[in-house]
Nanobody, 114 residues
Framework: QVKLVESGGGLVQAGGSLRLSCTAS????????MAWYRQGPGEPRELVAR???????NYADSAKSRFTISRDTVNNTVYLQMDSLKPEDTGVYYC????????WGQGTQVTVSS
């Protein structure tokens, strides 16, 4: 059974930082394309950052130069380091794993106050 568990969300002031974690069980994160999505209030879920099996990283334009996705094969965890946070970064952040099937975590709330 595949399970993705996100953590690290919270309330932070604009300009602050958070590090989100996505710990996987039932899969090996380095064998999957792993991604972080954000869903703001009343908005569709949108891609924030992605890391492929080969280690190629992609970012949404809004995340470039501020966010960094990485993976830890020892702990089977994917991280999203978020710096210089803005109020528009507020939302629920979801972890996604994709190979032949797609799996989602339950999400973690990030709130950035102005």
């Amino acid at each position: 059974q595949v399970k993705l568990v996100e953590s690290g969300g919270g309330l932070v002031q604009a300009g602050g930082s958070l590090r989100l974690s996505c710990t996987a069980s039932g899969i090996i994160v380095s064998s999957y394309t792993m991604a972080w999505y954000r869903q703001g209030p009343g908005e569709p879920r949108e891609l924030v950052a992605r890391i492929t099996r080969s280690g190629l990283k992609n970012y949404a334009d809004s995340a470039k130069s501020r966010f960094t996705i990485s993976r830890d094969t020892v702990n089977n965890t994917v991280y999203l380091q978020m710096d210089s946070l803005k109020p528009e970064d507020t939302g629920v952040y979801y972890c996604q794993a994709t190979m032949y099937a797609t799996y989602w975590g339950q999400g973690t709330q990030v709130t950035v106050s102005s």
